[in-house]
């Protein structure tokens, strides 16, 4: 998973023709059917029939939390009205036992399950995934006719004895909808889908999304790609942004090697036109074939190419760890009941890690570019408890106070990846890094052949040396801070300080401008001490910015402002108008850019150029 946070603090903006496949059930297969041609009031109904049941009583469940996400979603919560019933059509008695599931007694007679499905995008208030609302690339839309985000989880449930049973699904869909997904539809109907799946465990794995035909397609190697998006207004196409994530994939792809064995990979983008009822949780969820993607659809088109390269990459590389290299826990995982690993440092820092340098390596960024990167982590891991064993955290994620550092995953993680990485490259004289370790773990573990979760560090000690052993048990499963300057220096790199252009417009979370909620105009803020580009150019609290270098600004294209902003220079001639008491005016002058002191990385020590040349290039 990896959680964007898009925000811009501006007072009111918080950055029929049926198969005949679907009567022919088999004695050894859940069949599901999905309709959304017959959507009422947002709610899709779904049917379910098992083989026979052979005990009295039977539970039937929605997932408590699915893989990847690390939170309690309770999806049991988003369905209304289920029914049991015999082959006759009689009731049968169910009582629900929890948040998430049923019991069903004569089950002996059981011949189907109905419900009704709400989507989750229309209860999103954009609080903290988590904490109320479903993180938005896990959860589901239901938009008639338009769109529809079909997380299995969130639509089809399991019986607790037939977790290891095929699933037939079959999804009935309006001819003009399209679904995309890395599954493979068995039937060739244009308003009927058929998907079959060996467990649920793999159902729940393949997301499809429902929209009007917008998908681009193209192959790297032996891997089939397909990029798929919904934009509500129609202005993101998946043209728009294949040849970045193609470029991007092809990198990945080569970085990567003989470890990625991936057939078809599909991309979902869902772009939110962020309405009262609409998705506030942006990101992305992996999968082993798939990546489910949600953002803004007002994101500018350059900054939406950026960020999806930065998310795709992250979610693609989870092809890796967790989906190859993972412990029972993953493995055999309870949707109600989970127990978590503690090797969060794993799958989501090493993924993380792989997801910069690959950049680098390939060629993508900047040596610079990718020092940048790792000092911004080191800045945003020292805002979160250094001394919480990271181990202990990842086993117990899900409650307080460890569920308050998740996010350490993709700072501290992506910093221990970064050392284990120089000390298997030092201690191998540049002839081998994490890489090489994540290949032989591989081998060694597998899809199906999952490690034990004490066992991990004795086996990462025998495929590489005593020092990456040592280092796991003190910063990792132990308390104690990690140096990072010490690791950084064995490759000649060390920590300066200098000073950098800060944003113009926002300082960390605190903007310099708002928005004005019933006109939606831009004002210089009467909150915050002006910096130096708005001194410069005499521009006084609740000046109102109509326009700047002859393009008019609001809150409908704020992002461009800012995105425009951070490519300005010293100096640059600017124009701006401006509305003040009432009165417009017009202010010429040259940019003037606020600095401020910052620590950053950088090469010095040439003696060790080798060596850093072999970490980031080898």
Partial sequence: MKKILITLTLTTLLWSCKSTMVNTISQNEVQVDINLVD???????????????????????????????????????????????????????????DENTWVIQNATTLNKITYLVNDTFDTEKGTEFGSGDIFSPAGSNILANKNIVLNAHCFVGYFDNLMDTPYKVNISHPVQLSGATSMIDKDTSKTNDTFISSKYSELVENPIMYSKPNSTFFKIDDMDIEIAVYSPTGKITAESITDSMKTMMTAQKRFLGNINSTKKYTVLLYLSDMAAKDAKGFGALEHPT???????????????????????????????????????????????????????????????????????????????EFYTRIQDKINRANTLDDTMPFTTMSANVLVSPYKEQYLNVYEKGTLIAMCLDIIIREKSEGKHGILDLMKKLSHEYGIEKPFND????????????????????????????????????????????????????IKGQTPYIVVMPNTKDIIVSPYMEPNVFFTSLQLKPEDQIISINNVNYNLDNIYD???????????????????????????????????????????????KESLKNAWLKG
């Fill in 561 to 607: 402002l800012i995105n425009k902003s951070d490519k300005w220079k010293e100096n640059d001639p600017i124009t701006i108008k401006i509305k003040r008491a009432g009165k417009e005016q017009t202010i010429i002058g040259k940019v003037k850019l606020p600095y401020e002191a910052a620590a950053t990385l950088k090469a010095t020590d040439n003696i």
């Fill in 290 to 368: 798939a990546t489910t993607v949600v953002f803004p659809e007002l994101i500018p088109q350059e900054e939406l190419t950026k960020q999806m390269k930065d998310v795709v990459s992250h979610e693609f590389f989870h092809i890796v760890t967790p989906l190859t290299i993972h412990s029972k826990e993953i493995q055999y995982f309870n949707y109600n009941n989970p127990k978590m690993s503690k090797h969060l440092w794993m799958y989501e820092g090493i993924t993380e890690y792989f997801a910069n340098l690959f950049q680098i390596n390939q060629g993508l960024i900047t040596e610079d």
């Fill in 454 to 505: 004490d066992e991990l560090f004795a086996k990462i000690t025998e495929l590489t040396y005593p020092e990456v052993g040592a280092f796991l048990e003190k910063y990792v499963a132990g308390p104690t801070p990690i140096p990072y300057q010490e690791y950084l220096s064995k490759v000649g790199v060390s920590e300066v300080e200098e000073q950098k252009a800060a944003p113009i417009f």
């Fill in 39 to 97: 959507i009422k009031d947002d709610k899709v109904m779904v049917t379910v029939t098992p083989p026979k049941i052979t005990q009295n009583e039977v539970h039937f469940s929605l997932p408590k939390i699915v893989p990847g996400t690390y939170s309690v979603d309770n999806y049991g919560k988003y369905i209304d009205n289920l029914k049991a019933f015999d082959k006759k059509g009689n009731p049968l008695t169910i009582a629900k036992t």
